[in-house]
């Protein structure tokens, strides 16, 4: 699985993340056929740090909320500026 997960293509970048709201923003959009309610994994290096469900698409940017089961925890890691989201269904 660490294969997949390493070797999987970068569809965008998470640009911002809001750890108040659990709000990622993300460099793809409508351009890029990203769509409301779609999810993606956020990978940092050969890590999946969690998972993100699209809330709002623009043309080059899409706003999303982070879902993953640990979202509320102060010690889990948290995504950042320049993390990978790959294709949820990998996994």
Do not use: C, H
């Not at 699985?1 to 293509?9: E, G, I, L, N, Y």
């Amino acid at each position: 699985m660490r294969a997949q997960v390493t070797s999987a293509p970068s569809l965008a970048k998470v640009t911002s993340y809001d750890k108040e709201w659990g709000i990622v923003t993300f460099d793809a959009g409508s351009v890029q056929g990203v769509k409301v309610d779609q999810r993606f994994a956020v990978r940092r290096g050969a890590d999946i740090l969690g998972w993100v469900k699209v809330n709002e698409v623009l043309e080059d940017e899409a706003v999303a909320t982070l879902v993953t089961k640990n979202a509320d925890s102060d010690t889990a890691v948290k995504p950042d500026v320049g993390d990978d989201l790959i294709d949820f269904e990998l996994f």
